[in-house]
């Protein structure tokens, strides 16, 4: 079988300053300005940090204590001992952090929190604001 196949004439004629044909940058060091190697470059992407919020309990002179044990055991992973502290704080003082998460997170556990009061018909208000 014969073919016209040539692979030296395949690399392509040689290019001025490049004696050696083929792509500039791939001859030997010191023939035509190329240095054998190539420089790789990875280009970065650089994200940002997603914005985080706040959730937070209100106190209400309804909702019961325990309830509000309740909700920060079940949405917001807290033990026992931290529940209860939590749930004083927001006795005292009128507000309580729950947590910190991003958006949607915060969003979902504030949605969380809201409808199951409403089921049980506590007041009991959650809400969430941008951490700073």
């Not at 280009?43 to 209100?58: D, E």
């Not at 309740?70 to 507000?95: C, D, P, W, Y």
């Not at 998460?101 to 949605?111: H, I, L, N, Q």
């Amino acid at each position: 079988m014969s073919s016209d196949f040539d692979p030296i004439r395949m690399a392509g004629p040689p290019a001025p300053g490049n004696p050696g044909g083929g792509a500039p940058g791939t001859g030997t060091p010191g023939e035509g300005g190329g240095t054998g190697f190539d420089l790789a470059t990875e280009t970065r992407v650089r994200t940002n940090k997603p914005s985080l919020y706040r959730v937070l309990l209100l106190n209400d002179d309804y909702t019961p204590m325990e309830f509000v044990v309740f909700i920060l055991e079940r949405f917001f992973n807290r033990s026992r001992e931290q529940a209860t502290r939590i749930m004083l704080h927001v006795h005292q003082k009128g507000v309580g952090l729950c947590g910190v998460y991003t958006y949607e997170v915060a969003e979902t556990k504030v949605a969380q929190v809201l409808d199951l009061a409403r089921r049980h018909e506590h007041p009991l208000q959650c809400v969430m604001e941008k951490d700073d």
